[in-house]
Structures are given as C-alpha cells and as structure tokens.
C-alpha cells in the first residue's frame, strides 16, 4: 500500500505510513467530512449528506494523486429542526462545535499544516466556520471550511446548474433538483422517483432568498416540518442522473483545484507590536 491511489483514507494508514505523509513536501491537505443523518423526502434516505459528501470527497482524493486525504466522516450534525421526521439525529450546538474543532486540532498536532472542514449540511456551515477558526487561533495552521454540497453553497456547480436546472428558482434547497440528482447518478438503488415530489415551501422575500442565484440579506431557519410537507425543499421530481453527473462532475473538477489553491496558502509568522 504505497501509491497515491490507495492513500487517500486518513485512517487506512499505518501510524509509520501517516508518519511519512506528514514527512511529505508538500502535504495533502487533510479534509474533516462532517454531515447530517436526516430526512430527505420521500424517496432519498436518511444518508443523502453523508453520501454525498463520501462520493465527492472520495472520488476527488482518487484523482488527486495524493494531495487530499481524507478523514472519516463525522456523520450527526445539528438537526434538532428536523426532529420532527422519523430517524433524524440530533447533536447540539455546543456538542457539534466541540467535536469538530477536536478533530481539526487533533489533526493540526500531528503536523500537518493546511485543513479543510467539508460540509454535508447547511445547518453546520456556521459550526464549520467557528471550528475551522477556532483551529487556526489555537494552532496557526491553515484551517478553513467549504462544502461540496451545491445545495448549500452552489459555487463549485455554478455553471452546470445554471444551464441545466429544471426546476427553476428554488429548486435545489434541499432533497431538491441538485441532491436528487446526484444520488441518483451515484446510487440510483437508494432513489425511488415515484416518490420525489415538488415542494416549496421555503419564503422567498426581497431580503431574503434561499437559493442561487438570488441573494439573501438576512439568514434564518425555522422548524423543518413548518416549511416542508414532505422533507423537501425544492424540486426533486425533475432531478436525472444526467445532471446529476454533470454536478458531480463539475464539483469533482472544481474542488480539486480549489483544494490545490488552499494549499499554497502561507503560513505567515505573528507580528507583536505592543
Ligand atoms: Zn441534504
């Protein structure tokens, strides 16, 4: 087990391979997968975060020729607004905050310099932030947050969902157009379609939006089932593997690059000048 394209699993190491990882010029950036367990429609399962974040990730590493590495996935998030829903897992936000900022610093003492918290679930990019701040105030490496998940942040799809969103506005939210999709070119078994319905039930104001390319002003998050019948949020009824694969794509090709570009952030020394 020495090539690239089996070291892409933090924990699939031996303590002497890691040894040598750490040792490398340069190192891979090491990513913190962290996601949710909860609803996602009728016709998605419980796992869509988590497998999504997993497949991206995954196939990312495979092609990076060893310059990503990444962890096990921290798999509950903060949930308790979708407790409503049967099998959702609630962690708190203290909790949550806790425990990914401890990986990241546990990371951080083992050497490596540069680390990327990977969000699954919009709940937790702002515990994302905090733990990827807190990481760096306690260490002084490089450690920031990002998600691959376009239903969060669409930036690495941009352009694919622009030219090939069927939903229109609001479509991708959540277990919408843009998840559905990508679950059903990266495991159709887990995707029932006679299931996937349009539902809208997110406000849309002038101040305040929730999906690209509309901006939002404010952010604010009530009770799940308040808002979503069903669990979605958007548009999954007219999600394909087709696009799905082209997000994928897109977001594989994107975050490579974004992962390469983050590595070349410099370490800079402290100034004091009391
Ligand atoms: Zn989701």
Redesign the pocket.
């Known amino acids: 087990m020495n090539t690239h394209q089996n070291q892409w699993s933090y924990d699939r190491l031996s303590w002497p391979q890691m040894k040598e990882v750490i040792g490398r010029k340069p190192q891979p950036v090491v990513a913190i997968p962290f996601g949710a367990v909860e609803d996602?429609g009728l016709h998605l399962p419980l796992s869509?975060?988590n497998d999504i974040l997993e497949g991206i990730l995954k196939e990312t590493a495979l092609r990076s020729e060893g310059d990503l590495l990444v962890m096990p996935t921290i798999p509950y998030g903060l949930d308790e607004h979708h407790m409503d829903f049967p099998g959702t897992i609630s962690i708190n936000i203290e909790t949550c905050l806790a425990y990914v900022t401890q990986t990241a610093i546990s990371v951080a003492r083992h050497g490596f310099t540069h680390i990327l918290i990977v969000n699954g679930?919009g709940s937790n990019q702002a515990i994302t932030d905090l733990a990827a701040r807190k990481c760096v105030l306690e260490t002084g490496i490089v450690c920031g947050n990002t998600t691959i998940?376009a239903?969060i942040n669409p930036t690495l799809a941009a352009d694919v969902i622009e030219k090939h969103r069927k939903g229109g506005y609001g479509s991708i939210a959540?277990?919408g157009e843009f998840?559905t999709a990508v679950m059903l070119y990266m495991l159709p078994e887990t995707v029932d379609m006679d299931k996937a319905e349009r539902d809208m039930g997110q406000i849309k104001l002038k101040y305040f939006n929730w999906d690209y390319p509309e901006p939002t002003a404010f952010s604010w998050l009530g009770y799940w089932s308040g808002m979503s019948n069903n669990g979605v949020c958007g548009d999954a009824s007219v999600a394909t593997a087709e696009f799905g694969k082209l997000a994928f794509e897109e977001t594989v090709t994107n975050f490579l690059e974004l992962v390469r570009e983050f590595r070349t952030i410099p370490i800079k020394q402290r100034v004091d000048h009391h």
């Open positions: 996602h869509t975060d679930h998940n239903a959540h277990a998840e």
